[in-house]
Every structure is written in C-alpha cells, then in structure tokens.
C-alpha cells in the first residue's frame, strides 16, 4: 500500500472522540412497549389528556405498519420489546429550574462535548437546549429571547405552558401515521426542542439543540417543532454524539417545521452520532423524519446537514412547498467510512405557484461505507412556473466502498422547469501527487480535496457549525480564499 | 558540487523497463533540453526526479544538492525547490487556485525557515507574478485547473513556478496543445525566471519550443538512454533531419502526425 493511500484510510480511521459515557443514576422504565408504558411516558411528563390520546392514536396506527425496506441499508431485525423507552437523569426535584440546578456531572458532560452551559461561558450567538437521554437539562438565554416572543425551550415545558400552539401543530407537517418511524416516534416520544418565532421577529442568535444519548439500551425519540410565524427568521442548529458501545441504539425523531407568510427558517445539522467501530460493531440507526411546511407566500425553508456519524442513517429532510413564490433548499454532506451505511436526500414537493428547489448532496465514501442519495422532486398540476435545480457528487476514496444515486422526477406541469445533474469522482493518486509535487503533505491534500469537494454545502452553514464540520472531517482549512 | 546529478538511472513501470541508464550533470543557473520521440522515456525522467511513485528506481543514483534524492518524498523534494510544470496539470474541484498556491508556498516557505506569508503580501507577490505570464486575475479565484484552457492551465503552471521561485524546474512537455500565441507568453514567462540560481529540464518532443526557452545543452532521448548530447544545434539538426536522421525510430513520424 503506498503512502497517500496509507492517508486516505488514516483520515478515514480517525478515532471517535465522543465515544465517553457519563457515570449519572438514571430513571429509566422498564424495556418494551405496550400502551402502559405509552401512559406512563405521559404520566411521567404530567401531560394533558388531549396528548396521551395522539399518543395512543400514534402507537395504534403504529402496529399495522411494517418496518420500511426500500432503503438502501442492511441491518439485523430490531426487538422494539428490548429497547428502553424512557431514560433520563435522574434529578433531585422534577426537574433543574435554573442551571444552577442542573446536575454537575452533566455540565461536565457538556463541557467535555464542547458545548457549555454555564451562562458565563456562553458561545456569544448561540442559545442551547440540551437534550440528554430522554429529556431537556437545560437552556440557555431563555429569558433574553423571552423577551422578544421567542419561544425556545424543551418540548415538555412547551406543552405544559403554551398547549395551544403545540397543540396547533404538532403533527401538522408530518402526521401520525406519516411512516413506521415517525409513528413510533409520536407514541413515546419523550422530549425534544420547541420554537416560536412570533410575526415580524427575526431571532438575534443562532438557536440550538444538542442531543447526546448515553444510558445504554435507550432509544431516543426526540421531537423539535419550530414555527416561524408571518415575516419571522430563524437558524437552528442541531448537534448530536452518543458513546461508543457495542450494541446498536436507535434514534427515531420528528422534526417538523412550520414558515408562514415571508418567513424563513434555515435548520443546520451536524450528525455525529456514533458510528460503530471499525468492524461495524456498534453504533447508532438514525431513522428520522424531518420535514417543513413552506405554508405562507414567499416563505423559505433550508435544510444543511453534515452527517458524518452514526452506524446506518434514514433520513430525508424535505420541504412542502405550498405557499406560492416559496423556497426549498437541501444541501448535504454525507460521509460514510467503515462499516457505516447512509440512505439520505430529500424530497421537494412544488404545490404552490413559482416555487423554487434547491438540491446539492455530497456524499463521500471511504472504508466498506455504502453511501446512497435519494431524492424526489414533485411538481404538481397547480405548481405553475415552478423550478427545481438538483445537483448530486459522490466522491470515494478507496476502492471498497460505494456510491448509489435515485434521483425521482415527478413533473405534472409544463410551465416548471427541473435540472438534475450528477457526478461520481475518485480522490486520485493524480490530484495527491499534484499537491505533494507543491510541496503540500498527502494528508494536507486529502483534506484540501475533500473540502473542495464539500464547499458549497459548508457555505451553507452557520459559523459555529462550519468550524465544527470542518473539524469532523479531520481537517483545518484556515485562512482559505475564495 | 552540481545541482543535479544522476548517475546510472534506471526505472521500470511494472515489468517494462523504461529508464536504462541515464546520466546527467546539471550546474546551477543550466537550462538543459530532453528531446526525444514518443515512449523514449522523457516524461518518465520528469516524473521520477519528482518522486512519482507509480514508477520504481531499480538501479543508479539521483544527488541534489549533494543530497539522495529517490530516498526523499515528493514533497520534501518540492520544498527543497524542485518544481515539476505537469505536462497534464491536475483539476481540484473546489480548491481555489490562490488558496492552493498559498498552502504550496508557504510549506515550501517554512521548510526553509522563512515566515509564512500573510494575505496581503501574499497577494502583492501573486499579483506581481501574474502581469508576467499576462493572467487573468479570476483564474485565481476560480478553482484549480478547473474549467481552465489547455492553455490555461499550462500558463498556471508557469505561474505557479513563478510564485514558487524553485532552484530547479522541469518542464514536462510545457509546449504540448500550446498554440504559437500561447507559447511565446509561456516562453517569455520561463525566460523571465531564467538566473544564476535557477536551473531548468526543459522536456520536449519537438525544437520549437526551443526558438523561445534557448537551452544550453540538448540531450537526445531514445529507449530510455541518452543517445546523443550537445549544445543548441543539437536541436536545429533534429529539426531539419528528424529523429530518424539520428537512427531513432519516431512512431509519430512514421504514422505522419508531424
């Protein structure tokens, strides 16, 4: 094996830094899932009956469905009776009501994941809601962005003090019954992020949930429900790890969002779940169902995800496009190294008049890693002078690893317009001698190539989060031109 | 001590032998000439100077600065001031020029002890380098090699070794796809960065590149061996008598592509 390959499988091999678990007693429920635990979950969270019954109504529809296999993915058959739940921190009193309150040890957690909640340590521009296991432990500048309108909190204070708009929409962008992951999700779903962005509001920081799994055997079914109301703005950012554990957890969440007339939300994630080890043991299935409603006139909603982890991801982030002149944007970086698997895209669905869809994926593989775009775009009858421009690389790196693209058109309008353009590209030998022949180290070329690679979907996101993405491509770009 | 010596060189891709003994001497401020016909093996002689590792050194010796230069990795070889001008410059997608010449110069830079240039001086050096080879300021900006001209990119490289100022050049058939305009700007470039300090292997199949980059020594390349050496009128008699006129067997001028 020569040396730049040597590099490429090093970069590709890089340690899971995240990989800790925080010794903190839980309260957990019993494995399993019946409509007892379904009550209980709710009892737990003193929800009011109205909610239990969508949960129950969730759970019913639940048992009729079968687990999907058109996803590009392999994996053994999931026991739902053998996963926990409901785990959380347990806590002195029903919950911390300031971060004073929060439990040391899970400060420490977050400080050790790069993410501080001590008010004073604050990344200036950026609020945090923190999710550990199955409940919110804090957030941070709630009463700065309280006095604005905005709403952000846990999902359960949500529910208990502002019902009627959870009630309003939840469920309203991806229902009950929308697929077998999202209904499980809406039975036992236990915490999870809520937004309001009231008219006229544009939010002064970058919202952000920080999801980190650590009890063992739990699942983690989060919801997060952001609605920008009419001439709102709004970026959320969203981060994720979990340790490193032999057995394979799941993580099915929601996350439906809501722009009415001239708003706009731009939602980032960066997926660092863990992957599993490098003989694919272990690591976490990402099934998610992320979905925004574009209801209002010239409203505008932008999915970014840099997906790096987890041992096998589902999820396709999409947009419904139902007020005329609305936009939809994905841009995607997926990397699957290893033994990972990802089947991700989006889907676009034009409805309203002179709607417009953006789609750039990126998907690199390295090691065995199966990496597979999928994505749709529909144009219905009513969508007159829609347009959509998809455009989907694939890069490998190494020769065991492969790229699959299924790309669907759906145009029921003359007047729209579509572009699809694709591109499969191997790192070469050619372009690390090139850099070396400048005096450039193979392992400096392989990340200035897999950056270029990623650049326009890196552009896309916030600065926080681009500096953390870089990072998680093992990578320093600093001082880059252009 | 000579800049560059080789001794003996011989270098095979798989199981052909491609370099069968090559020998050369080259001082500081030379400008050598390696002709030869197609599958001679000049190219091969460029790209292992450079540290191509697609080619394996079975015998011989390579001394730079008195130093084992096949024991070096290609990029301790180009920080040492050895520039190769790809006959077929590398497209990165993504990568600006400017950045990718930034992260090049200031390796090289630090290698040998000098502080790493800033944006701003980094962009006065650039900007003076680039009124030489007549470029355009948005092929900077633009990402390496992509979507650049044949032309294009030849000019890039040129520029590239303008802003690396290397002690030792090799020009990998920097004439080829070039029409006449195009070559007398990336000659005029080349001449420009001529000196005292700055040796150069100008690799080429045909003497008209040679009308503008005037060589000291031409060398003559076939089957892997330097077959005949001489000053610049080694080049003009190639050029009125072919190879053949030299007993060597060209197979472009057998199919009449000349």
Request: proline share 4%.
């Amino acid at each position: 094996m020569n040396d730049s390959t040597q590099t490429i499988e090093t970069f590709a091999n890089q340690e899971y830094k995240w990989g800790f678990v925080t010794d903190i007693e839980a309260d957990a429920i019993p494995r399993g899932l019946n409509e007892d635990v379904i009550r209980l979950i709710s009892a737990k969270k003193h929800e009011p009956e109205w909610l239990l019954e969508w949960r129950l109504k969730a759970y019913r529809h639940w048992l009729t469905l079968k687990e999907p296999t058109w996803a590009n993915v392999h994996y053994p058959p999931i026991d739902y009776q053998d996963i926990i739940y409901y785990s959380s921190p347990k806590a002195k009193k029903d919950g911390p009501k300031s971060l004073e309150e929060v439990d040391p040890e899970l400060l420490k957690t977050y400080a050790k994941l790069g993410i501080p909640l001590k008010e004073q340590e604050l990344l200036a521009g950026v609020a945090v809601d923190a999710v550990f296991d199955s409940v919110s432990v804090a957030t941070t500048f709630k009463a700065k962005l309280n006095a604005m309108g905005i709403i952000f909190g846990s999902f359960s204070e949500a529910v208990q003090e502002h019902p009627d708009l959870v009630r309003q929409y939840l469920g309203s962008v991806v229902p009950t019954s929308d697929n077998f992951f999202a209904a499980l999700n809406s039975a036992v779903f236990s915490d999870g992020s809520f937004c309001y962005v009231p008219k006229g509001v544009r939010c002064p920081m970058e919202l952000s949930t920080y999801f980190r799994i650590n009890a063992k055997d739990t699942g983690q079914f989060e919801r997060t429900l952001i609605v920008a109301d009419e001439g709102a703005y709004v970026s959320y950012l969203e981060g994720c790890t979990a340790p490193m554990r032999d057995t394979n957890q799941l993580h099915a969440a929601v996350v439906e969002l809501v722009a009415l007339d001239n708003a706009q939300i731009k939602y980032s994630t960066v997926q660092n779940w863990y992957p599993g080890d490098k003989e694919g043991k272990g690591g976490i299935y990402n099934f998610v169902t992320k979905r925004g409603a574009c209801r209002g006139v010239n409203s505008k909603i932008s999915w970014t995800q840099v997906e790096t982890g987890s041992a096998i991801t589902w999820k396709y982030p999409s947009c419904l496009l139902i007020g005329d002149n609305s936009v939809g944007e994905f841009y995607s970086v997926a990397l699957t190294n290893n033994w990972q698997q990802a089947d991700t895209g989006t889907k676009m669905i034009h409805i309203g008049k002179n709607t417009t869809s953006t789609i750039v994926s990126k998907g690199i593989s390295a090691g065995h890693g199966q990496n597979t775009y999928r994505g749709g775009v529909k144009i219905l009858k009513s969508a007159a002078g829609a347009r959509n421009y998809s455009q989907c690389d694939s890069m490998l790196l190494g020769d065991k690893c492969g790229a699959h693209t299924f790309p669907y058109l759906e145009v029921k309008n003359t007047s729209s317009q579509v572009e699809h353009e694709a591109s499969t590209s191997k790192i070469g030998e050619d372009q690390i001698f090139y850099c070396r022949q400048r005096g450039i180290s193979t392992e400096d070329a392989v990340s200035m190539i897999v950056h270029g690679f990623c650049k326009e979907v890196f552009r896309e996101l916030p600065m926080e989060f681009a500096v953390e993405a870089q990072k998680l491509l093992g990578v320093s770009l600093e001082g880059s031109v252009g | 001590m000579a800049l560059l010596e080789i001794k003996d060189l011989h270098a095979t891709v798989g199981e052909r032998e491609i370099l069968q003994g090559i020998s050369l001497t080259v001082e500081a401020g030379e400008v050598h000439a390696i002709m030869g016909p197609n599958g001679s093996g000049k190219s091969t002689l460029a790209q292992v100077l450079a540290g191509r590792e697609l080619y394996a050194v079975t015998g011989g010796q390579v001394l730079y600065q008195g130093q084992d230069l096949l024991a070096m990795p290609p990029e301790d070889r180009a920080r040492a001031g050895i520039f190769l001008a790809f006959q077929y410059p590398v497209e990165i997608p993504g990568v600006s020029n400017m950045y990718f010449l930034k992260a090049a110069l200031n390796a090289i830079r630090k290698q040998q002890g000098t502080d790493e240039l800033d944006a701003f001086d980094f962009l006065n050096l650039v900007r003076e380098k680039m009124t030489l080879l007549d470029m355009d300021q948005a092929l900077l900006n633009r990402p390496v090699n992509t979507g650049f001209s044949g032309g294009e990119k030849k000019r890039n490289e040129i520029f590239q070794m303008a802003v690396l100022e290397p002690k030792l050049a090799i020009l990998d058939e920097t004439d080829s796809g070039l029409d006449i305009d195009a070559l007398k700007l990336v000659a005029h470039g080349v001449n420009a960065l001529r000196g005292a300090e700055r040796s150069m292997i100008v690799v080429t199949h045909y003497q008209r590149l040679l009308n503008y980059i005037v060589p000291d020594y031409v060398h003559v390349l076939a089957e892997g061996r330097i077959v005949k050496s001489g000053g610049k009128e080694l080049a003009l008699q190639l050029e009125e008598s072919g190879y053949a006129g030299l007993g060597i067997a060209d197979e472009e001028e057998a199919v009449g592509k000349v």
